[in-house]
């Protein structure tokens, strides 16, 4: 029975992203810089509506409630920093994106510090988006294979293949111009996939509203602020800051998300659009957390439930198991829309960001028909390079898939640190010395990540680095050293 709803709720999903594809683009040909901003012409409200879709990940919808089973509410003091973040990037970010007319953001970098530190930026986005796309699809595909797929002979590397040609089918011709309209829809989809999920919980639990929320705040899983130790993981000024820090560079910093923005006509259409979205962020992932608490409800009432030992698996499997097949259904439509709607972004922000960045298609070819035809090439090329990394996370161990968002530590702590130098000093440095900087620093960091067991026992003390202790660690020394080794140059920043 669920391997019929899968599939059904696979087939009509798809069929649906097809038509939007074909309805935006069947009147003209699309050139490229319409792929890359679609002529500037979107309404801010459906890049806001659109956006929650690209954030909330397959992976959000599956972990962020499983983090509620120990560490209550405590990533709600993350998500507050998320949103500090979020206004930075409206004020300080967007506007200077805006004022120098840009493509891709990363081209900042060339106006600020010169080519090579612009073509670093680039790579560092490529790489990055390209581990954590592929292996944002990799969770979901396998949870998907967990739950039905494997009953009906299907392999994970075909289901790969399936999404990325279907996923490449409907993007190929509109690229940006298409996404913010299947985003819309998909995010859409998932508000009302989460309004059904809390009306089951409701309805399994056999409470009102009131109650519903009532008993969860009463079984201690609603706690939000933390003190502790200042590096400890859910301490509350720590949780702020790295929230605040991730976002700038994970959002402010990602050409997959400012891509959106850039489709508007206007910097304050683009800033009202971001704060509005920061506001909904906010509500879409408390939402999330509340459903954290109904699920450690459940496993209260249900004292045979065997609680898996991975919590981003705790979702499915209370769904699965004590939700009605209709909301099952729902459930696998949320978990595909949410999919969706973060790799198919992806997938053209990748494919914008190689061809000007690197390719340089707007400096070496004139018509604009060339043009979209070397963009189309890249885009069939990252669907591939996608779908072999998702290859290669399943002949690897489980550990892969966190190793992966560390790495986002890595790369995306040289960014945080060139635009905080470029944006809030005059200070610069020759574009070689930027680029040893920007990799020795994070070298080093890693050697130290790599023995920490060791230092730990030297010390008496157990501890080791997470992706935010990686994050600040080397955006800091980074920021340190570059304003040591440089000197003050006017006339730019």
Same mark, same amino acid.
């Given at each position: ?84 973040? $979020? ?17 891709? =953001? ?5 106006? @600020? ?25 990799? =969770? ?24 990325? =040609? ?24 998932? =508000? ?20 519903? $929320? ?8 609603? #706690? ?34 400012? #891509? ?68 099952? $259904?729902? $459930? /696998? /439509?949320?978990?595909?829309?949410? +999919? ?10 990748? +494919? ?20 979209? @035809?070397? /963009? ?34 890595? +790369? ?14 005059? @200070? ?63 006339? @730019?920043?």
């Amino acid at each position: 029975m669920n391997a019929i709803i899968v599939i059904l709720c696979m087939g009509l999903y798809l069929a649906m992203l097809l038509s939007i594809g074909w309805l935006t683009t069947r009147k003209k040909n699309i050139r490229a810089q319409q792929f890359f901003l679609s002529d500037k012409k979107t309404h801010w409200a459906v890049v806001t509506f659109g956006m929650i879709g690209t954030t909330i990940s397959g992976v959000t919808f599956l972990s962020t409630p499983g983090l509620v089973y120990h560490d209550n509410f405590a990533y709600l003091q993350f998500v507050i920093g998320n949103v500090a973040g $979020f206004w930075i990037i409206a004020y300080v970010l967007l506007k200077i994106y805006y004022q120098l007319g840009l493509t891709s =953001i990363y081209e900042y970098l060339k106006w @600020r510090f010169g080519r090579k530190t612009y073509q670093l930026g680039a790579f560092l986005f490529l790489l990055s988006r390209t581990l954590g796309a592929s292996a944002r699809v990799y =969770i979901v595909v396998f949870t998907l294979y967990q739950i039905v797929l494997h009953q009906i002979g299907i392999p994970l590397w075909l289901m790969g293949a399936i999404i990325m =040609i279907l996923m490449l089918s409907y993007t190929y011709k509109g690229g940006v111009k298409t996404i913010l309209w299947t985003d819309l829809v998909q995010t859409g989809i998932l =508000i009302l996939c989460v309004v059904a999920m809390l009306y089951g919980f409701k309805e399994c639990l056999a409470l009102s509203w009131v109650d519903l $929320f009532k008993r969860a705040y009463e079984s201690g899983k609603m #706690q939000i602020w933390y003190g502790g130790h200042p590096l400890d993981k859910n301490n509350g000024v720590f949780m702020l800051v790295t929230g605040i820090l991730t976002t700038i560079a994970m959002v402010g910093l990602d050409q997959d998300m400012m #891509q959106k923005n850039l489709t508007l006509k206007t910097y304050p259409e683009a800033r009202k659009n971001m704060l509005i979205f920061s506001v909904i962020f906010l509500i879409m992932n408390f939402i999330f957390l509340c459903i954290g608490a109904f699920l450690y409800l459940i496993t209260v009432q249900h004292p045979e439930f065997t609680v898996p030992t991975a919590k981003d698996k705790l979702f499915t499997q209370i769904v699965s198991t004590y939700f009605t097949p209709i909301l099952f $259904f729902i $459930f /696998v /439509v949320g978990i595909i829309a949410a +999919t969706f709607a973060s790799a198919d972004a992806a997938l053209t922000a990748l +494919t914008t960001s190689f061809a000007v960045d690197i390719l340089k298609i707007n400096e070496k070819y004139s018509d604009p028909y060339i043009q979209k @035809r070397k /963009v189309s090439q890249v885009q069939v090329g990252f669907a591939v390079v996608l779908w072999l990394c998702m290859l290669f996370f399943q002949f690897s161990e489980g550990s892969i898939i966190k190793t992966i968002f560390k790495l986002a530590g890595y +790369t995306y702590a040289p960014l945080l640190s060139l635009y905080a130098v470029g944006i809030l000093t005059q @200070r610069s440095l020759p574009d070689k010395q930027i680029i040893w900087i920007s990799v020795l620093i994070p070298v080093f960091v890693g050697v130290i990540d790599i023995f920490s067991p060791f230092f730990s026992r030297l010390i008496g003390v157990s501890y080791r680095l997470d992706f935010y202790h990686v994050l600040l660690l080397n955006s800091g020394a980074i920021f340190i050293v570059f304003w040591l080794f440089s000197q003050v140059k006017r006339g @730019r920043g």
